[in-house]
Structures are given as structure tokens and as C-alpha cells.
């Protein structure tokens, strides 16, 4: 026989040793799901960067595939996840979606549809706009997880832009008549213009628009590779072709640039009976309406694209404002005009 007291000191070992084995087989379990799924053990792997609820929920997963090999108890013991909580999750997935997960998975086809309408420029609040006619009811919030969820985003603006308002040396000014009350509540009331850059292989492009402060039609377009006033003309005269008889006298609000304040247009608003109105030299928010229309084109079609002619912007440039912005994002359809 030993000496006295080995008994004890053997009893101990072998708790220790039975211990070691549990620990060996939770680590085996997990180890095993681990290799099969190709990730780490969640019980080693949480951190500052995995939400508590992520990792419950991996844990929940290498429990349930494991449950054939090992003790749902020993498991849970050794994940450190609540074995009540285990069973919870467990009925719930054998239950199937809930309606709230129903609807929400439904919801986000309907959006990954409407931004894929879009050519993947819409966000969250465009988005939420074309949801609502179609008459679902829900937050911005909502829409912008849901696309988180699905790994989809819109176009993000750019941040500079070479300058095209420049004063002429002889200007013919004219008082700002809209005061940025860029809607005036009916058609043809104010209308807004401005000019924007186009890169092309061929060299700088300008574009110049005229839209409708209140339906927000674009009414006239032109491009060309110089910035004098006839292109300035030749968008006015469009729009005033396109609307034929006016009810009344238009304000056409424009900024400070040498093209609006030249003679050549203060003449042609006259011919046309325009009312001339311009903002305040150097203060964008005075031309808002006109601005935010070079935001949308130049997010959502030019920074887009490449053009190797001044031929092919003008030809892009056309098809994107009358065939995508005045017809598919339903400004003619709504208002009629």
C-alpha cells in the first residue's frame, strides 16, 4: 500500500483529469463545428466589434449542431449561453418566420426592386417616396436597414466643380424677384436656369437647362463646347416653344453669370415677355432649385459615365432628362405636364 493520505490526493487528480475531458470535449464540439461551418468559436471570439446577440445566436447554432454528439447542458455550461434561452430560440426557429420577419423580408424585395428601377442610384429617402406610392407605410429607418440588410446603397455626391458663373465686364442685372420661394404653387409661374460642365474627350461641354419651379419639368436643354449667351438662348427658346401660350408674364430666375446678365438675354426676355430675376453674386442658396437639379444629374448619370465626343454627352445628356428624370421618375405623369 502507498503512503497515507495518496487516496485523497489520487480522488483529486482524477476530478481534475475528468474536468480536463469536459473541457476537452466542449472545446472538440465547438472545434468540430467550427471546422465544418469555416469559422471561429463564438465563445472565443467575442469582442467589442461582435454584438452580444450575434454571438449568442453562433453559440445557439453550434449547440443545435452538435446536440447529437454531446449534452445541450455540458454545451451550454461550456458556451456560457443560458440553456433556457437556448430552447427558446430553438422552438422559435422551428416554428419558421415570424409575420414581422415575413413582412420585413418582403419589404426589402420591394426595395432592392425600386433601386435596382433606379440603376442603383435611389437612398433610403427616394426609395421611401416610391414605397409610399405604392402604398406601403413605414419609416426612413426602416427602409435604410433593410438595405443595409442587403448589402445595397445609393449614389453619394462628389465634392468639387470647376466654376462657370463668371461676370461679364458690361452686366445688365436684374432684382431677385423669387426671394428662394422656388415653388410658387402652379406652373409657369418662375421658371429656373443654370449652367453645368461636361468633361468629354473632346474637351469641356456645357450644359444649360431650363426647368419649372413648381412641376420641376425640365422645358429646355442644350448643349454645346462654349459658354456664350445663345446657349442660354437657345434653352429659352425651347422652353418657351415647349409650352406654346403663356397665361402670363414667366419670372426666369438665373444667377449672376455673364450669360443671364448679358444684353443679348435682357433683349430676349423682353421679346419673349420674361420677367428677368437674378441672386446675389457668390450665394448658390439664391439659385437652390437649379443647383439641386445639377446634384441629381451629375450623382445619378454623369459621374457614371465616360464620353469620348461633346456628340455623345449631348446625346447622354438628352436621353437621362426627357426618357429618365421628366418621364420614368414620374414628374410628367404627376403633374400632367
Avoid at 132 to 159: F, H, L
Avoid at 189 to 214: K, M, N, P, Q
Amino acid at each position: 500500500m502507498g503512503p497515507a493520505g495518496a487516496g485523497p490526493d489520487r480522488r483529486a487528480t482524477g476530478d481534475s483529469v475528468g474536468r480536463q475531458r469536459a473541457s476537452r470535449v466542449g472545446t472538440a464540439a465547438a472545434g468540430e463545428h467550427r471546422a465544418a461551418v469555416g469559422q471561429r468559436v463564438p465563445g472565443k471570439s467575442r469582442s467589442l466589434l461582435r454584438s452580444e446577440e450575434h454571438s449568442r445566436q453562433e453559440c445557439f447554432e453550434v449547440i443545435d449542431a452538435e446536440k447529437a454528439n454531446y449534452t445541450i447542458s455540458r454545451m451550454c455550461r461550456l458556451l456560457k449561453v443560458d440553456r433556457r434561452r437556448y430552447y427558446e430560440w430553438a422552438r422559435r426557429r422551428a416554428a419558421g418566420p415570424t409575420r414581422a420577419e415575413q413582412r420585413r423580408a418582403e419589404l426589402t424585395g420591394k426595395i432592392v426592386e425600386f433601386h435596382k428601377a433606379s440603376d442603383g442610384t435611389y437612398g433610403a429617402p427616394r426609395i421611401l417616396h416610391d414605397l409610399r406610392d405604392a402604398g406601403e407605410t413605414m419609416s426612413v429607418k426602416t427602409v435604410a436597414k433593410c438595405m443595409r440588410q442587403a448589402e445595397i446603397a445609393g449614389i453619394s455626391p462628389r465634392t468639387w466643380h470647376p466654376p462657370t458663373t463668371v461676370p461679364g465686364p458690361n452686366p445688365d442685372p436684374a432684382p431677385d424677384l423669387v426671394k428662394r420661394k422656388f415653388d410658387q404653387g402652379r406652373r409657369d409661374v418662375a421658371w429656373f436656369s443654370d449652367i453645368t460642365y461636361l468633361a468629354t474627350g473632346e474637351g469641356w461641354a456645357y450644359l444649360c437647362t431650363v426647368r419649372d419651379g413648381h412641376t420641376r419639368r425640365v422645358l429646355g436643354r442644350t448643349v454645346a463646347d462654349h459658354l456664350r449667351a445663345d446657349l442660354v438662348e437657345d434653352a429659352l427658346r425651347q422652353a418657351v416653344a415647349l409650352r406654346g401660350h403663356l397665361p402670363g408674364k414667366v419670372i426666369f430666375h438665373a444667377d449672376r453669370g455673364c450669360q443671364y446678365t448679358s444684353q443679348q438675354i435682357a433683349d430676349l426676355a423682353g421679346e419673349l415677355d420674361l420677367l428677368r430675376s437674378m441672386g446675389r453674386t457668390g450665394v448658390c442658396w439664391d439659385n437652390a432649385a437649379a443647383e439641386s437639379f445639377w446634384s441629381t444629374f451629375k450623382n445619378e448619370y454623369y459621374h457614371r459615365h465616360v464620353f469620348p465626343t461633346i456628340d455623345a454627352a449631348r446625346r447622354g445628356a438628352y436621353t437621362w432628362i426627357d426618357a429618365w428624370y421628366c418621364l420614368a421618375s414620374g414628374i410628367v405623369s404627376h403633374f400632367g405636364v
